[in-house]
DNA sequence: TGAAATGTTGGGGCG
DNA sequence: ACGCCCCAACATTTC
C-alpha cells in the first residue's frame, strides 16, 4: 500500500486546531510532526523564549508525546529525515518575517530538487499581503485605506478548519527533548514572569472565550484603561500561533457587529497591516519607513535609558508600565504608546532601542507588530503619529487611570500618596509627602526629565526635520 | 490612539 | 435695568 507520509513542520502555528498545514497532512496519511529550534535565526527575546518552552509542552501533550524537536538547520534536518523515512510531503505554514521568506524559499527549492512534494498554508493572516495592493498596485500605507480594501474588496477570510480527526502521529526514534533545547535561563527570574500566563492552544481558547462573552461589550472604551481587564491578552498566543486570527474573525464577527466588536476586529487588522509593511518594505526592522528621519538627533544616553527600563524615571505611570513589562511579560496597550512616547520624545532615545527592550521582555515580542508600533510613535512609520502628538504622561494617567488603580499596583513606594498627587508627586507639598512617607530622589525618584522642557525640545527638534526636508535640494 | 495656546460664549455677581 | 467683569466651559488653532 501506498500511503502518504508527511512531514508537518511547525513554526509560528503551535496548535492542532484550525491548522491548515496539518490538516491536509493528516488526510492524506500519516504525519511526522516537527519543530526545529534553527540556530541561523535572529535571537529571540528572552521572555519569547520562555513561552516557546512552555507553548511546545502543551503541544507535545496534545500530540500524545510524539512531538519531534531538534536544533540545527532546517534543510539539512528536512534533507536527513527524507533519507530515512518514506517521507511523501513536507507541509508548513508560511512565515512572514524578511529571513524566513528567505530561507523558507531556499528549502522549498533545495527540498523539491529531491524528490518531495513541498506545500506551504496561510494560517497566521487574514490576507496575504501581496494580495491586497491599491490600484497603482503599490502597497498602502495608511491603516484605514489598507483596511477599507481588505475589508471590503479583498477575499473573506477563510472559516476555520476543525482539528485533524484521528491523526497518525509517525513514533520516530531518538528525539530530542523539549528541556534539551535549553529555551529556559539558568536564573529563576522566569517562574515569576510565566506564572501570569498559561501558555497554549487551549488557554487561548478559554481566553478568547472569556473575551467574547464577558469583555468585549466594553471593549472600544476599556481597552483604554490599564488597570481594568477589558482586553483579549492574545497578543502571545497569535504571535506564536496558539490561536489563529481567522477563529478570532469568524467568532466576533458571528457575535455581533456592534462598535465594539468593530474595534476589536480593527486592531486585529491593525496586526495585519504590520505584517503587510514588513513583507512589502522588509528594511524597516532596521531602517525608518520615512527616509526624513535618517538625520534626526537622537540622543546616545546609556543611564537614562536604564533608568526608563528599570521602572524608575520618577514619573509614575511610566514606572508602573515598565515594571509592569518586567514582572509579568506584557504591558497594557494604552501604557504602551506612553511610556514609549517618553523614551523617544521626551528623552529622544532612538526608537530602536526602545524596540529591542520591548523585544526581549514581552512574551508577545513580534517582529512586525513591534517593529511598526515602535515606528508608528516615533513618527517615522507608515500613517504614524504626527510628530507634534506628545503624550503627557501626568494627564494621561488622569485620564486613564483615575483612581490610580494601576500606579498603586506596579509602584508600592507610593502606596500611601493621595490620589490627587499619584500622577504627579513632585507637586504635592512637602507635607503630604511626608505623610505618605515619601522622600523624593531617595524613596521614590524624582522625575528624571522636566515634562515641559523635555516636550519643548522635541518639538523643536522634530520640527527641524520637518523644515530641512521642505528646503529645496 | 495629544496637548497647549488661543478664541468665543454665556451666565452670574455686582455696582 | 443695564453694562461690566470674571471665569468656566467649550471650540478652534497651533505645535
Given at each position: 500500500?501506498?500511503?502518504?507520509?508527511?512531514?508537518?513542520?511547525?513554526r509560528q502555528d503551535l496548535r492542532i486546531a484550525d491548522n491548515p498545514s496539518l490538516y491536509f497532512a493528516a488526510r492524506q496519511g500519516s504525519v511526522i510532526t516537527l519543530y526545529i529550534v534553527d540556530k541561523q535565526q535572529p535571537a529571540m527575546g528572552r521572555a519569547s523564549e520562555v513561552w516557546l518552552h512552555y507553548s511546545l509542552k502543551k503541544l507535545n501533550r496534545a500530540l500524545k508525546h510524539k512531538l519531534m524537536v531538534c536544533q540545527g538547520e532546517p534543510l539539512q534536518i528536512l534533507t536527513d529525515l527524507i533519507k530515512q523515512y518514506p517521507?511523501?510531503?513536507?507541509?508548513?505554514?508560511?512565515?512572514?518575517?524578511?529571513?524566513?521568506?528567505?530561507?523558507?524559499?531556499?528549502?522549498?527549492?533545495?527540498?523539491?530538487?529531491?524528490?518531495?512534494?513541498?506545500?506551504?498554508?496561510?494560517?497566521?493572516l487574514l490576507w496575504e499581503p501581496w494580495g491586497v495592493l491599491k490600484k497603482d498596485q503599490r502597497p498602502y500605507r495608511v491603516f484605514t485605506a489598507f483596511y477599507k480594501h481588505a475589508f471590503s474588496k479583498a477575499e473573506i477570510p477563510r472559516k476555520s478548519l476543525a482539528c485533524p480527526p484521528d491523526l497518525e502521529n509517525y513514533q520516530l526514534p531518538l528525539t530530542t527533548k523539549?528541556?534539551?533545547?535549553?529555551?529556559?535561563?539558568?536564573?529563576?527570574?522566569?517562574?515569576?514572569l510565566i506564572s501570569h500566563w498559561q501558555p497554549g492552544e487551549r488557554a487561548a481558547q478559554s481566553l478568547l472565550d472569556d473575551f467574547l462573552n464577558s469583555k468585549l461589550y466594553n471593549y472600544k472604551t476599556g481597552r483604554d484603561f490599564p488597570a481594568f481587564d477589558f482586553v483579549s491578552r492574545l497578543s502571545p498566543y497569535l504571535h506564536f500561533g496558539e490561536i489563529s486570527p481567522h477563529q478570532i474573525w469568524w467568532e466576533t464577527t458571528s457575535l455581533n457587529s456592534s462598535d465594539n466588536s468593530q474595534h476589536f476586529l480593527s486592531e486585529l487588522a491593525w496586526r495585519e497591516f504590520s505584517y503587510y509593511l514588513l513583507y512589502h518594505y522588509p528594511d524597516i526592522i532596521n531602517q525608518n519607513l520615512q527616509p526624513k528621519f535618517d538625520h534626526f538627533p537622537w540622543r546616545q544616553n546609556r543611564?537614562?535609558?536604564?533608568?526608563?527600563?528599570?521602572?524608575?524615571?520618577?514619573?509614575?505611570?511610566?514606572?508602573?508600565?515598565?515594571?509592569?513589562?518586567?514582572?509579568?511579560?506584557?504591558?497594557?496597550?494604552?501604557?504602551?504608546m506612553i511610556s514609549a512616547?517618553?523614551?523617544?520624545?521626551?528623552?529622544?532615545?532612538?526608537?530602536?532601542?526602545?524596540?529591542?527592550?520591548?523585544?526581549?521582555?514581552?512574551?508577545?515580542?513580534?517582529?512586525?507588530?513591534?517593529?511598526?508600533?515602535?515606528?508608528?510613535?516615533?513618527?517615522?512609520?507608515?500613517?504614524?503619529?504626527?510628530?507634534?502628538?506628545?503624550?503627557?504622561?501626568?494627564?494621561?494617567?488622569?485620564?486613564?487611570?483615575?483612581?490610580?488603580?494601576?500606579?498603586?499596583?506596579?509602584?508600592?513606594?507610593?502606596?500611601?500618596?493621595?490620589?490627587k498627587y499619584i500622577f504627579a508627586p513632585w507637586e504635592a507639598p512637602a507635607e503630604v509627602l511626608q505623610n505618605a512617607g515619601v522622600v523624593l530622589g531617595e524613596s521614590y525618584p524624582k522625575p528624571m526629565v522636566d515634562l515641559k522642557q523635555s516636550r519643548q525640545e522635541a518639538l523643536s527638534a522634530y520640527k527641524n526635520l520637518?523644515?530641512?526636508?521642505?528646503k529645496p535640494q
Open positions: 500500500m501506498d500511503k502518504n507520509l508527511t512531514i508537518h513542520w511547525f517521507v511523501t510531503h513536507i507541509h508548513w505554514n508560511r512565515c512572514y518575517q524578511p529571513w524566513q521568506i528567505k530561507r523558507d524559499q531556499k528549502i522549498k527549492l533545495q527540498l523539491a530538487k529531491q524528490g518531495v512534494q513541498v506545500k506551504s498554508f496561510n494560517a497566521s523539549i528541556d534539551d533545547l535549553n529555551l529556559l535561563p539558568k536564573s529563576n527570574w522566569y517562574r515569576q543611564s537614562q535609558l536604564l533608568r526608563w527600563q528599570q521602572g524608575q524615571t520618577g514619573i509614575p505611570i511610566i514606572d508602573a508600565g515598565m515594571r509592569e513589562l518586567w514582572q509579568t511579560g506584557y504591558m497594557h496597550n494604552r501604557v504602551r512616547s517618553f523614551l523617544v520624545k521626551n528623552l529622544r532615545i532612538h526608537w530602536q532601542q526602545g524596540a529591542a527592550w520591548f523585544w526581549d521582555c514581552l512574551f508577545d515580542a513580534d517582529l512586525a507588530n513591534n517593529t511598526l508600533s515602535w515606528q508608528w510613535v516615533a513618527g517615522c512609520g507608515a500613517d504614524a503619529a504626527p510628530y507634534f502628538r506628545i503624550f503627557n504622561p501626568v494627564l494621561q494617567g488622569q485620564k486613564f487611570d483615575p483612581e490610580g488603580d494601576y500606579i498603586y499596583r506596579y509602584v508600592g513606594e507610593l502606596s500611601k500618596l493621595p490620589v520637518t523644515f530641512e526636508e521642505d
